[in-house]
């Protein structure tokens, strides 16, 4: 399995990053986590064909995180000319959410006829979904998005995948995250409290509860950028736009 991070910013761009987006290339099936604003610029940068990717998963529905969908219709719709069905899986009321986003920023773009299928799957916290070869499962996290925000659980053949999406500490991200290949796990600061999101000396603590094989620090604020280079651990590996890992 190959994961490309098209983007690992968090909401404001610090440290010149791009918002939330994974490419991940499994044999023949390619899908993103998350589709941050800035989606299209990412793919762009790494060469990555758009009408390729068969599903996009959203872990919760913040703009950093889903809105890039209105530039991706827009894209396929009308410079890539896309054919092929696109599924999008996401929290309940991703449609309707995506819709009433993409009516704001283009006025009329969700009434034109489409040249492909856009279809719209909802994930129900512990609850097994199957889309292609993949099977996903939704964890609740701590992070109000006005409907629920997950954590997210990838299974393809033998390989696990994880990613926390944007939350401050639970409990359901141990077994989110338990033993998998690679947990992207979103680091906003280096200490905390922070409310809603995490900071590493948290996830540092809760390392062997979790019990993954590596760890990708992702979503980093100014300040814990500035001190990544005090993170040393054989496995942990801090995000940065471009970086590429085969699990």
Same mark, same amino acid.
């Given at each position: 399995m190959k994961i490309t991070v098209v983007g690992c910013g968090d909401a404001f761009g610090s440290g010149g990053r791009l918002q939330t987006c994974y490419h991940v290339e499994h044999a023949d099936h390619q899908f993103l986590i998350d589709c941050g604003a800035t989606a299209m610029i990412g793919l762009n940068r790494?060469?990555?064909?758009?009408?390729?990717?068969?599903?996009?998963?959203?872990?919760?529905?913040?703009?950093?995180?889903?809105?890039?969908?209105?530039?991706? %219709?827009?894209?396929?719709?009308?410079?890539? #000319?896309?054919?092929?069905? %696109?599924?999008?899986?996401?929290?309940?009321? +991703?449609?309707?959410?995506? #819709?009433?986003?993409?009516?704001? %920023?283009?006025?009329?773009?969700? $009434?034109?006829?489409?040249?492909?299928?856009?279809?719209?799957?909802e994930m129900i916290k512990e609850q097994p979904l199957t889309e292609g070869p993949v099977m996903v499962t939704a964890y609740e996290v701590s992070h109000p998005s006005g409907a629920p925000s997950y954590a997210l659980r990838f299974a393809l053949g033998k390989k696990t995948l994880s990613f926390?999406?944007?939350?401050?500490?639970?409990?359901?991200?141990?077994?989110?995250?338990?033993?998998?290949?690679?947990?992207?796990?979103?680091?906003?600061?280096?200490?905390?409290?922070?409310?809603?999101?995490?900071?590493?000396? $948290?996830?540092?603590? #809760?390392?062997?509860? +979790?019990?993954? #094989?590596?760890?990708?620090?992702?979503?980093?604020s100014q300040p814990m950028l500035d001190i990544v280079a005090t993170v040393d651990r054989r496995d942990v590996i801090v995000a940065e736009d471009g970086l590429v890992l085969q699990i």
């Open positions: 790494q060469g990555l064909d758009p009408n390729a990717i068969e599903t996009i998963f959203i872990s919760h529905l913040h703009g950093d995180h889903f809105s890039g969908l209105v530039w991706w %219709l827009l894209h396929a719709q009308h410079i890539a #000319k896309r054919r092929q069905p %696109l599924v999008v899986v996401g929290p309940p009321g +991703i449609e309707a959410r995506f #819709k009433a986003a993409a009516e704001v %920023l283009f006025p009329g773009s969700t $009434t034109v006829p489409l040249r492909f299928a856009m279809t719209f799957r926390s999406g944007d939350t401050e500490w639970v409990d359901a991200l141990v077994p989110a995250g338990r033993g998998a290949d690679l947990f992207i796990m979103e680091c906003y600061a280096p200490v905390g409290p922070t409310r809603y999101h995490m900071n590493w000396k $948290t996830i540092e603590a #809760k390392l062997p509860e +979790i019990g993954a #094989k590596r760890l990708l620090l992702t979503h980093m």
